[in-house]
């Protein structure tokens, strides 16, 4: 697949895996439509792709909010005339044990992460089909392999996947391109703006992410899988390895994994 002119939409692009896609598929020509709740951060990251010669339109909407993304798609459509790829890349996490957990706090998680992709995918959809283009979603390891204190994040995630092998078996008969790009831990900005027990945001990442793969990389991956159609894109050797591992071994990974997370700084564990 060749992105000139082609219309791309990428959800949540003010910042991280979605910024960086915004430039990955604008440096190859393609026009961006890039959406996010923050009028002052979305205008900041237009101007940023303006300047990069980058055809860009930028629209203020909420992901979980069905009457943004059905505006959103009604806008993209009369600008551009089309949508050739849809990237479903907004999202929020969550950290807090389930018992702690408000239930508001699931939902939000939930509306963003998985009703999010429901509604962008929906009114993008004709489009697509028409174009044979691309749907993306951007999930994670933990749709193959749940995360302690990540409840509602999880469930998002493991709740996209289904979908998307759902959605993907309906067009594919349609010239419809669907991935299911999964990173593994990446360095953004996911984890400072998680959400506590109580719906406040963390506030800083408990992890270290010097080491940690960049949303640049992602972009990168996520380009190069798109122009290859490929179904499944899952990033990192860890990522890797933790997917395979508990396919095979899954009573072994759930200690594997509390370990791991109980590791963390502030870890609600100890």
């Known amino acids: 697949m060749e992105f000139k002119n082609k219309v791309v939409v990428i959800t949540g692009a003010t910042s991280g895996i979605g910024a960086a896609c915004a430039y990955a598929f604008g440096r190859e020509g393609a026009k961006i439509a890039i959406t996010g709740r923050n009028a002052e951060k979305l205008a900041v990251e237009r101007e940023i792709l303006e300047e990069a010669g980058i055809d860009v339109l930028a629209i203020l ?6 009457l943004d993304n059905q505006k959103m798609a009604d806008e993209v459509l009369a600008v551009y005339g089309r949508i050739d790829i849809l990237i479903n890349n907004a999202g929020i996490s969550m950290r807090a044990l389930f018992q702690d957990l408000d239930l508001d706090v699931f939902k939000k998680v939930m509306d963003t992460n998985f009703w999010g992709t429901i509604y962008a995918t929906k009114y993008c959809l004709p489009s697509i089909m028409e174009n044979k283009g691309s749907i993306i979603g951007i999930s994670s390891i933990n749709g193959f392999r749940g995360t302690p204190a990540r409840t509602a994040y999880t469930a998002s995630k493991y709740a996209m996947n289904g979908f998307f092998e759902s959605l993907r078996t309906e067009v594919m008969h349609n010239g419809v391109h669907v991935l299911v790009a999964s990173p593994g831990f990446t360095a953004s900005n996911i984890r400072n703006n998680a959400l506590t027990a109580h719906g406040a945001s963390q506030g800083e990442s408990p992890r270290d992410e010097s ?40 009573g072994i990974m759930d200690g594997m994994v509390y370990r791991e997370m109980a590791k963390e700084p502030d870890s609600p564990f100890k």
């Open 61 to 66: 909407a909420d992901a979980a909010s069905e």
């Open 211 to 250: 080491n940690m793969m960049s949303p640049e990389d992602v972009a990168d991956a996520i380009l190069k899988a798109t122009k290859k159609r490929k179904r499944d894109l899952v990033l990192t050797t860890q990522g890797k390895l933790a997917v395979f591992l508990n396919k095979w071994i899954p």
